[in-house]
């Protein structure tokens, strides 16, 4: 990488050219690396596999995950939706994670404002990037009948990820382009949103691990059924989930025991065979 951008110019001003090539988390391509191979986003950096948009197999899961989260008929989520939204905002999948962690919470926080919106809008409303100058002490506008839930969802998340003035910031009207939602509804939707999480946003990294975790898993069960057969990453993925690690072990110990009752068995059967030789030769 270039450093004389980051350098004194020759008027000696500070010039930030090239300060976006830094990777400032040391596991970032670690992290990246884990991603695509693990939940099916390849390796052609250049193409279509991007980490700008979700994956097929995170599509597929995030849909059925948001169908059963906000089970309104209206509006009901669809993968063709999910895949569209997620290509004209570049959805990461680290704003899906975290996504997921705000679906979880608002099942154990307020359960009946899932009960009242769709999913389509919730998966919006929890993406978006650009910050409101919303008031926690603002009244709460009149929500809609069945107010979409998928939008919410993601546009918050990806808030969350990306502040204000960074370069992968999205604001509302493009939200709102990208779903097909009205301005003024969208933001109706984050308020809504953001009242029903009480404003409980922060995440620790842990809980996004945690969720990666299960979707990795999830991805792998899923693309092994679909084929019929399990890659190596996938058998690697399922092998590190304590279900799979607790079934693994209880089958070796299985083998385990039959393969001694066998040894005993065989050993018994020639000292049998031995000791009959024995006794036909002494007679």
């Not at 400032?24 to 986003?41: D, M, N």
């Not at 691990?209 to 898993?217: G, I, Y």
């Amino acid at each position: 990488m270039d450093l004389t951008g980051l350098l004194l110019d020759e008027e000696g001003t500070f010039s930030l050219a090239g300060f976006q090539d830094f990777t400032f988390l040391p596991g970032h391509q670690k992290l990246s690396a884990r991603i695509r191979r693990r939940l099916y986003y390849g390796w052609d950096w250049e193409a279509d596999c991007s980490l700008e948009e979700l994956s097929s197999p995170v599509a597929d899961i995030a849909v059925e995950l948001l169908q059963k989260a906000a089970p309104s008929p209206i509006r009901r989520l669809q993968k063709k939706y999910v895949a569209h939204v997620s290509r004209e905002a570049c959805i990461s999948p680290c704003a899906m994670m975290l996504a997921l962690v705000y679906i979880e919470r608002l099942r154990h926080r307020n359960p009946d404002y899932l009960q009242h919106v769709s999913s389509s809008d919730l998966f919006l409303i929890s993406m978006v990037r650009h910050p409101l100058p919303v008031s926690r002490k603002s009244q709460e506008p009149a929500m809609s009948s069945a107010p979409p839930l998928m939008v919410p969802l993601q546009m918050v998340a990806s808030k969350y990820l990306y502040d204000e003035g960074e370069e992968e910031e999205v604001f509302n009207d493009e939200w709102g382009a990208a779903g097909g939602v009205a301005v003024p509804t969208l933001n109706a939707l984050e308020r809504g949103f953001l009242s029903a999480m009480d404003w409980h946003l922060y995440t620790d990294p842990r809980e996004i691990f945690e969720v990666l975790s299960w979707l990795e898993s999830c991805v792998a069960e899923q693309q092994g059924r679909r084929r019929g057969w399990y890659t190596y990453t996938d058998l690697c993925v399922l092998l590190e989930q304590p279900t799979w690690q607790l079934a693994l072990g209880s089958l070796c110990q299985r083998l385990v025991k039959l393969s001694c009752l066998l040894a005993v068995a065989y050993v018994s059967s020639v000292a049998l065979a031995v000791a009959s030789v024995a006794v036909i030769h002494q007679s």
